[in-house]
């Protein structure tokens, strides 16, 4: 398969490449050069199906061109190695509990992905120089990635963070790693961090110098794997044996990775009808659905931190998979929008009704179910991170305590061990450079 640059379709790479190389050299992202339809008879057999299952026909599809299928399916059985239930909430609106891996996020589905796709790689290459990962993160991808990334051979790891912007136990989960693992604590905003991974990419004596490839959703090794749930999720309510004639599925979205896999998803051919793009006070994706002009601005904190993205990257990928239409875009995906107040409320209220804790983030896209799903309508929304991950906000708006995970304390116990840097570029390459 040949993967090709956002900016340029002229500018083409391997899977091999684009996944060690992360950005294209002109700093668009790649998007693979088609999207194979999977055949009727999987979605016909698909509610017997596991997890690992079901991720190995979607992996074979997207990747078996490119990888040996027994060394696929080894990467993909031992990457999804952990249970993704979906809880029905109330009435006919479910959880998708994303939150079961090794630290307690979405995002452990990608990062495991990526490292053991990027492992294989490394091991075949005739280039055997380390391979330096960048991340910025907002909150859970840092974590998912160097915990994926712990103790590989070969590999080190850079993760970039705002400072004071990310969750005590976020933190924790990656600045205590040591090893092959390097936190930098960036006095800035999430976007601050993701210009400077991006303009390592774009340093060309940097990259002579050293081996650079990101692990934030930019890489198509990150960004693809998760679609893997939504077929899980389909999976799990056609097994039920709900109605899965009118299934929509509301993502808390911030850099715009994980709808845009969804999305993806649907073009291979998963039966949704329809996708909420649910943002926090950071909206920049719904006012380009009310608009049709894509206007980005400095990020605003929120207690939806991982989602407070103020110039989402993987837009660029939902406008070329709609070939640039905002008529396409807009027949797939509706938006909304809530502060704060809206989110706790949203918290409160449901775990009085329910008993369900929501995190933040799974708040905005349950909120966007309750005020968007029609009666005939199944609802699913993401609940991307156990809410003990936000353990102070999430007691102090439901007024009750929350039980604090094995995997979550044991992180919490470790010794920070961070690097402080500005915003400034040269900073940064001096720590990349030592």
């Not at 452990?108 to 380390?130: E, H, P, Q």
């Amino acid at each position: 398969m040949i993967y090709y640059s956002t900016n340029n379709s002229k500018i083409t790479a391997t899977l091999e490449e684009a996944v060690v190389k992360g950005l294209a050299s002109d700093r668009g992202l790649f998007m693979p050069e088609r999207i194979t339809k999977l055949p009727a008879s999987f979605f016909e057999k698909i509610g017997g199906m596991s997890l690992q299952e079901i991720s190995y026909t979607v992996a074979s599809a997207l990747f078996g061109e490119d990888v040996e299928d027994d060394v696929l399916k080894g990467i993909v059985y031992d990457a999804m190695n952990f249970d993704i239930p979906l809880v029905n909430v109330d009435g006919n609106k479910y959880s998708l509990e994303l939150f079961h891996g090794p630290t307690l996020a979405f995002k452990d589905v990608g990062a495991r992905f990526m490292a053991r796709l990027l492992g294989y790689f490394n091991s075949k290459s005739d280039d055997k120089s380390t391979v330096n990962v960048l991340v910025a993160t907002s909150g859970d991808t840092g974590s998912a990635v160097a915990n994926g990334f712990l103790g590989v051979d070969g590999v080190k790891v850079f993760v970039l963070y705002p400072q004071g912007k990310v969750s005590d136990i976020q933190e924790s989960q990656f600045t205590t790693l040591g090893k092959n693992i390097t936190a930098i604590e960036v006095s800035g905003t999430f976007d601050d961090c993701q210009a400077l991974v991006k303009n390592a990419f774009m340093d060309k004596a940097l990259n002579e110098q050293m081996k650079l490839t990101s692990a934030n959703s930019i890489n198509v090794a990150r960004f693809l794997p998760q679609m893997f749930y939504y077929f899980y999720a389909y999976a799990q309510l056609a097994k039920s044996g709900k109605d899965v004639s009118n299934v929509v599925v509301a993502v808390p979205s911030g850099n715009f990775g994980n709808i845009c896999s969804a999305l993806i998803g649907k073009a291979m051919g998963l039966p949704i009808k329809r996708f909420i793009a649910a943002n926090n006070r950071n909206d920049v994706f719904y006012q380009y659905l009310q608009t049709g002009k894509y206007e980005p601005r400095k990020s605003v904190q929120t207690i939806a931190n991982a989602m407070d993205v103020g110039d989402p990257s993987n837009f660029a990928r939902v406008l070329d998979l709609y070939r640039q239409s905002h008529e396409a875009i807009c027949g797939d995906i509706s938006g909304c929008t809530y502060n704060d107040e809206q989110i706790a409320e949203t918290m409160k209220a449901t775990y009085s009704r329910t008993g369900y804790v929501l995190d933040p983030h799974g708040a905005v896209a349950y909120r966007a179910l309750e005020e968007c799903l029609a009666e005939n309508e199944t609802g699913i929304f993401l609940e991307t991170a156990h809410p003990a991950k936000f353990r102070d906000t999430v007691e102090r708006i439901i007024g009750a305590e929350i039980s604090l995970p094995d995997k979550l304390r044991a992180f919490m116990q470790g010794t920070k061990q961070t690097v402080k840097i500005g915003a400034d570029y040269e900073e940064f390459r001096q720590i990349l450079s030592r």
